[in-house]
């Protein structure tokens, strides 16, 4: 009898209340396309309670007591929306609410990893922008990545480091500006440059694991997305800009960068100038002759918007002359490359009626010019220079991308075509290739199925034709070779995301990758790389099965990613050393041939937020490659295990930091391979800023603080003998306003 006069005493008591209370409802659209936006946080903030929107934008709140609320709506790359609202009897419908798209949605999108701009991710990426890369600057790209999750760096000398992904190098990598191939040839040897310098860079994004999908072949390992702001996206009436100086010890490096834009209401023009210059880098067993580099760079952009479309135009010039350490047993010879590249962009995108209703056109084209020279000093005092190698490259590559309203069970998508071509001459007295006329045409869907408001599914299909016919020079007077083709690739993925707190991916790829001109065609001494390469003109097409997962949890405190991926390749083309000495040269031989070889590994990064001074930073990646055909061995070049932590203290006016890396010994080595230690390095850091927004800036690193000698693995400087820079302390200083 007391229980039953309990029960009914709180219906008494709550019977009111539920009688009175509501369903809140309402409608979320895009306030430029009008059309629904799903997976929309909406929150009451004074009763903590929240959902996401449907697949229609819709959203339902139910047992919502009257009253006065502030309702919370956020959604990546749209401004946030705090709406008040009275809950009674008769207003329990919000209706339709807009959101704008912010202008910062590029900080939180990355858009190397999707053609329509969405949040939702399928693999492994990151970036970096703003203060965060300001911090990381550096004389390169491969210093600025070396040490993130999946990333390491393949160094001859700091110039021509070069990003490798998941044990991936080279040609297997591909590294674009502002969404194009470059047009250099980083990819093609380990002696070449990326042909940008790293301060003009405002954003870099990283998509790990293979892309061939949206980029065509040399995506199978993953993406570097240089982008510049040469052709403003946003901006403000007035001038505004950025001045950077930095310097360096271990190489007496000094480099300065300028950017200024001048913005109208609907048109801008923006320049930007830079110059670095350093000596020989210092190790701790002396130096190492054959590093030294000097660096011009310059670039001018107009851009225009209006009602619905925004675009424009830029060109960039750069000089650089650069070292290579290849005659480091002799003093009075060395090898320089000197290069220089014109390049022109352009970019539109634009608003459309019906159901392709936006469209973005890109284009890069420009030569590219570079000479590997040999440089002797004679008895007397005289230098005498032979041009051992020489390339000339034009190129152009231009994507149109054409996205599509939702439909059916489908959400935004896009339809895409895209075209590259060059022609590459190939010339000097030790022209150890061909040149070649190359040109690709592509076509490529990418779509978006959302199952619910946690969980959607992405798919993809990219059909690629080919064609290389080979361009004769002195050396091969009499060649007619062609090669051509079709591509496909495919890809299908899924993302969940149960709550706000967790989000989890997972992608099945084919991708591939076409032979390069040195692996088909290569045979002779190739100076800057110091190696006698042997190429293989019936070397098929590299295929590439690939699996990859991530799950990524994150709350006030914490930030932890766990990834992994697994890649069967079939006809994997391998630059295997042979062991022996070519008499006239003096350099090893190596010869590409394939085989079957399956890769693997992953990675791990936990971010702790300690108090909201310090934060602990700590990751460890892992890569596993094998030769399972003919050979069963390891494959060359493989990144060894390696473990990163980090301390960092920061607070409104100044930061410092303190980082460990650990980097276990490889002795997962090919054939006439040779292996290498461990080693452990101790690095700090710290900065200053003079304003509370951070416009005023001074950072500081110290690195390799124990000026220990070690030897990379990934580094062609240790197959010469010698060890990687010793201790530096790096000074920047950075302005914007």
Request: charged residues 20%.
């Amino acid at each position: 009898m007391m229980k039953y006069l309990i029960t009914v005493s709180i219906c008494l008591i709550f019977l009111p209340i539920l009688a009175f209370s509501q369903a809140l409802e309402g409608k979320v659209y895009d306030s430029d396309r009008n059309e629904p936006l799903v997976g929309v946080n909406v929150v009451i903030l004074e009763l903590n309670r929240g959902t996401t929107t449907g697949l229609d934008g819709d959203f339902n709140i139910s047992n919502v007591p009257p009253g006065s609320y502030t309702i919370s709506l956020s959604y990546i790359g749209y401004e946030g929306l705090k709406i008040p609202f009275n809950l009674s009897t008769e207003n329990w419908d919000m209706g339709i609410i807009q959101m704008s798209p912010s202008d910062l949605r590029l900080e939180e999108v990355i858009i190397t990893a999707t053609p329509v701009e969405s949040s939702f991710r399928y693999q492994a990426s990151q970036v970096f922008s703003g203060e965060q890369l300001r911090q990381r600057s550096d004389m390169s790209l491969g210093l600025m990545l070396d040490g993130e999750p999946g990333l390491s760096m393949r160094s001859f000398g700091p110039a021509p480091a070069r990003p490798v992904i998941r044990g991936f190098d080279g040609d297997r990598v591909l590294v674009l500006e502002n969404g194009e191939r470059m047009g250099d040839l980083s990819g093609t040897a380990h002696d070449h440059v990326v042909a940008l310098e790293p301060l003009a860079t405002d954003r870099i994004e990283i998509v790990r694991g293979p892309s061939s999908l949206l980029y065509g072949s040399s995506a199978i390992g993953g993406v570097v997305n240089l982008l510049t702001g040469d052709i403003p996206s946003f901006w403000e009436r007035g001038i505004e800009g950025r001045l950077s100086l930095q310097g360096a010890t271990s190489n007496n490096m000094f480099g300065g960068f300028g950017k200024l834009t001048h913005g109208w209401d609907n048109t801008a023009v923006t320049g930007r100038f830079s110059y670095r210059t350093s000596d020989d880098v210092r190790t701790p067993e002396g130096r190492l002759p054959g590093t030294e580099m000097e660096n011009f760079e310059g670039a001018l952009g107009f851009a225009f918007r209006g009602s619905g479309y925004r675009g424009g135009v830029s060109f960039a010039a750069q000089d650089m002359v650069y070292g290579i350490p290849e005659g480091i047993d002799d003093t009075d010879e060395f090898v320089e490359i000197r290069l220089n590249k014109q390049t022109g962009q352009a970019r539109l995108t634009t608003e459309l009626g019906g159901f392709f209703d936006r469209m973005e056109f890109r284009l890069h084209g420009g030569r590219f010019f570079q000479q590997e020279i040999e440089i002797e000093i004679e008895d007397d005092g005289s230098v005498e220079e032979e041009v051992e190698l020489e390339f000339t490259q034009w190129s152009l590559s231009s994507t149109l991308t054409l996205q599509h309203k939702p439909f059916a069970i489908f959400d935004r998508g896009a339809l895409g075509f895209n075209v590259y071509g060059r022609r590459l001459e190939v010339g000097g007295d030790d022209a150890f290739t061909p040149g070649d006329n190359n040109i690709q045409f592509a076509i490529f869907t990418f779509q978006e199925i959302p199952l619910n408001q946690q969980l959607r599914i992405q798919a993809g299909l990219r059909a690629e034709s080919y064609r290389i016919n080979t361009r004769p020079n002195e050396f091969f007077p009499d060649i007619d070779e062609k090669n051509s083709g079709i591509n496909f690739s495919a890809s299908t993925g899924i993302n969940y995301r149960p709550n706000r707190n967790v989000e989890m991916g997972m992608q099945l790829a084919r991708a591939y990758r076409n032979p390069s001109l040195e692996e088909l065609f290569a045979f002779g001494p190739h100076l800057g790389a110091g190696a006698f390469e042997i190429g293989d003109k019936n070397l098929e097409n590299e295929i590439s099965y690939g699996s990859d997962f991530f799950i990524n949890w994150s709350n006030q405190k914490f930030h932890i990613e766990l990834a992994a991926f697994f890649n069967h390749i079939e006809d994997y083309i391998i630059f295997q050393p042979t062991g022996t000495i070519d008499d006239d040269s003096g350099f090893p031989v190596f010869r590409y041939l394939s085989d079957q070889a399956r890769v693997m590994g992953g990675e791990f990064n936990l971010i702790y937020q300690i108090n909201n001074q310090f934060k602990l930073n700590s990751g460890i990646d892992y890569v596993h490659g094998d030769r399972t055909g003919e050979v069963n061995e390891p494959l060359p070049f493989m990144p060894p295990f390696r473990w990163k932590t980090g301390l960092r203290y920061d607070q409104s006016s100044y930061w410092a930091g303190v980082e460990l890396r650990v980097v276990s010994g490889q002795d997962r080595v090919a054939t006439e391979e040779d292996p290498t230690g461990g080693y452990s390095l101790f690095g700090l850091e710290g900065g200053y800023r003079f304003d509370e927004a951070g416009r005023h800036s001074v950072v500081v690193k110290a690195q390799n603080i124990f000026d220990k000698a070690y030897r990379d693995h990934l580094s062609r400087v240790r197959e010469r003998g010698n060890p990687m820079p010793g201790r530096n302390i790096s000074l920047s200083y950075h302005f914007i306003f």
